[in-house]
């Protein structure tokens, strides 16, 4: 198992440009989740979504999308990139209701400029 | 609203001593614990959880942490830390079993020899 991938690793890009991050699980998670990290402010949580097709937001969603079609694949979209979303951006998955722990993926590190 | 604690930003033990990282949360009603430790430029790992029952819970890596329900603390423990303990450390709660994490801000290790 591969278990939770994401790409790219760094990126860098100019305010009002557009991207997908990429989050891959193989697990067979129903639960999905993207996180961003920043300094003094630990984790938060920003989408969700509890299985294909179905996605709800989470503390702090604006200036992002999501949506999930396949079990596997969780995207998470940037419209149009600030630079207050310059972060490290984590995905992770779990088996939904249960005790497992959440496996995160290796995360991403976005600046804009 | 829920929130964790953590209100140790940076420690710095010797190789050998003991260690305590101190966790603490606001929930109404029992909520699902958790420790997680970030090596530098790595995602997130599980350290321990705690869900019911013993309230002293026994993680990986030799590590463990004791639930208080007076004190709404979760603290984290282990009796001889290594140097390859060097890491960032974070606590989180949930009020949904395994999903929706909230995190506390981090507490960042440091091992001298």
């Known amino acids: 198992n591969a278990g939770v991938t994401q790409t790219p690793k760094f990126q860098v890009l100019k305010t009002g440009q557009s991207m997908t991050l990429q989050c891959a699980q193989d697990?067979?998670?129903?639960?999905m989740s993207w996180y961003r990290q920043d300094p003094g402010m630990g984790l938060r949580l920003i989408h969700y979504?509890?299985?294909?097709?179905?996605?709800d937001q989470g503390e702090v969603p604006n200036g992002y999308n999501v949506s999930r079609s396949t079990t596997e694949d969780f995207p998470l979209r940037l419209l149009s990139a600030a630079p207050s979303q310059t972060s490290v951006y984590f995905c992770?998955?779990?088996?939904?209701?249960?005790?497992?722990?959440?496996?995160f993926g290796p995360g991403t590190r976005l600046t804009v400029l | 609203a829920q929130s964790v604690t953590q209100p140790d930003i940076h420690i710095t033990v010797s190789e050998g001593a003991s260690l305590e990282l101190r966790c603490n949360y606001s929930?109404?009603?029992?909520?699902?614990l958790f420790w997680y430790v970030q090596s530098p430029g790595q995602g997130l790992q599980l350290l321990l959880k705690?869900?019911?029952?013993?309230?002293l819970v026994q993680g990986i890596k030799g590590f463990e942490a004791e639930f208080k329900r007076s004190q709404s603390s979760f603290n984290l423990r282990k009796p001889s830390v290594h140097w390859s303990d060097a890491a960032e450390y974070f606590c989180?709660?949930?009020?949904?079993?395994?999903?929706?994490?909230?995190f506390g801000t981090g507490t960042r290790l440091t091992i001298i020899p």
């Open positions: 989180g709660l949930s009020n949904f079993g395994n999903e929706k994490l909230t």
């Open positions: 697990m067979n998670h129903e639960y």
């Open positions: 705690y869900f019911s029952g013993d309230t």
């Open positions: 992770a998955s779990t088996l939904a209701g249960s005790t497992d722990t959440q496996y």
């Open positions: 929930y109404g009603a029992t909520p699902y």
């Open positions: 979504s509890v299985g294909a097709g179905i996605t």
